[in-house]
């Protein structure tokens, strides 16, 4: 198992260690049981141990925040010279798991309801003086992988231990850097954070989540990837459309999102929407609250229609129309969808082609 910790090793009496999760640049996570509550949690260990007094501020800081679209922090343990952070468990996936890894990207409506529900997270964490300063897809839990049943924040705080290596990169601007920590979150920094670290505050954080949505519904970064984004982002000249937009079935809601996410890149931070506004402008976006599934085309009648099987085995009718992105298509291609109740038949719409090398 990777990590220092072993399965069924105990921290602070209380916590036994059923098996590795994840990493981060910094971290390690773990899955582990929780005697007194009889439940599963995560549990987050520092890699290096120079950084436990920044993984307690850590704790400190994310302990502030309350709200459904931010994981809880439920404890903070220190045994010897080690240090462990507690938060809730959340059955899922990161969104860098989800996009591109199982889904090429999510249509308008689904990624709007997303931007919501982050807007959310967000603006609770600034209203009691939290600032994230390393939102990325990493630090973003989707329960339900890419069923999308909800989205959390995580790692709030973790610009505690960021600053560490991130800040001193800032500051010299290295763009032969290796670090995994930092070309991870390059493409999500706002243009005044780079050159000074220090300077990433509220609108920083505004500004990541509508990079990280960008990149949701375009397949692609805003502004390219690892070190070759940092020019484009000083710039701060707007991404482009979306490609999948401009199907007619995807235009009107996905020119609203895009409009609204332009207002998080103003190149000024004081000229940049706040989380707060940026709640009240998703709640005008057009989205539903539907349940996607997943499934596989089971008859092609012809080059537009056919009959989808879901994993719960229902069928239902799609039509390419309805494709967001590629809508090539052929008898037994893997897709993402949701389903609309029709007169006789279920409808699919949206629906997503998955690659076939998508992992499930």
């Not at 010299?172 to 070309?183: E, F, H, N, V």
């Not at 989205?287 to 994993?311: A, D, H, M, P």
Request: aromatic letters at 8%.
């Amino acid at each position: 198992m990777k990590g220092d910790l072993k399965k069924g090793s105990v921290v602070g009496d209380r916590y036994e260690i059923a098996e590795w999760i994840n990493e981060g640049g910094m971290q390690h996570v773990y899955l582990a049981k929780d005697y007194h509550f009889d439940r599963f949690v995560a549990l987050k260990s520092p890699k290096e141990d120079t950084a436990v007094k920044r993984f307690q501020q850590s704790a400190a800081v994310g302990a502030l925040i309350n709200h459904p679209n931010v994981a809880k922090t439920l404890d903070y343990v220190e045994c010897g010279e080690k240090a462990y952070l507690i938060e809730e468990l959340i059955d899922g996936l990161d969104l860098s798991q989800v996009v591109p890894q199982r889904m090429p990207y999510i249509p308008p409506g689904p990624a709007s309801r997303l931007l919501h529900h982050l807007a959310r997270g967000l603006a609770a964490s600034h209203r009691v003086g939290v600032v994230h300063r390393d939102l990325k897809p990493s630090n973003v839990m989707v329960a339900g992988g890419p069923l999308l049943h909800g989205v959390k924040i995580t790692d709030f705080g973790i610009a505690t231990m960021a600053e560490g290596e991130i800040g001193p990169w800032a500051a010299g601007a290295d763009k032969g850097t290796r670090s995994r920590t930092i070309l991870g979150a390059i493409p999500y920094m706002a243009p005044e954070s780079i050159g000074d670290f220090g300077n990433a505050g509220k609108p920083s954080d505004v500004w990541s989540i509508a990079a990280i949505v960008y990149e949701l519904v375009s397949g692609s970064r805003p502004f390219g990837k690892g070190t070759d984004a940092l020019a484009k982002i000083l710039v701060a000249d707007p991404p482009p459309l979306p490609e999948q937009f401009k199907h007619n079935q995807f235009k009107a809601a996905g020119t609203e999102l895009y409009e609204t996410l332009l207002s998080c890149f103003s190149k000024n931070p004081n000229d940049r929407i706040t989380a707060d506004e940026l709640v009240q402008r998703c709640g005008a976006l057009c989205y539903g609250e539907e349940q996607y599934e997943l499934g596989f085309i089971k008859v092609r009648r012809n080059s537009y229609t056919g009959f989808i099987t879901s994993e719960s085995g229902r069928d239902l009718m799609y039509h390419s129309d309805s494709f967001y992105g590629d809508r090539t298509h052929a008898q037994g291609d893997r897709l993402w969808f949701a389903r609309h109740l029709g007169g006789g038949n279920d409808r699919a719409m949206p629906i997503v082609k998955l690659p076939r090398t998508a992992r499930s």
